[in-house]
């Protein structure tokens, strides 16, 4: 898993993290996991949702 992949989007304004907020999907979203090499996808990591 990067950092980058588990932070996701970062809003630049108040108003970025409202509309951030208004689009992410109500069953969570998928991280990739990856290799010691941090390059093959191995699985995946489910992240939210209901």
Request: aromatic fraction near 4%; charged fraction near 30%; avoid cysteine.
């Amino acid at each position: 898993m990067l950092k980058k992949d588990l932070d996701g989007e970062q809003p630049k304004s108040p108003q970025d993290a409202i509309a951030i907020q208004h689009n992410r999907s109500p069953d969570g979203r998928d991280i990739p996991l990856y290799d010691v090499e941090g390059t093959t996808v191995i699985g995946v990591f489910h992240v939210g949702g209901k």
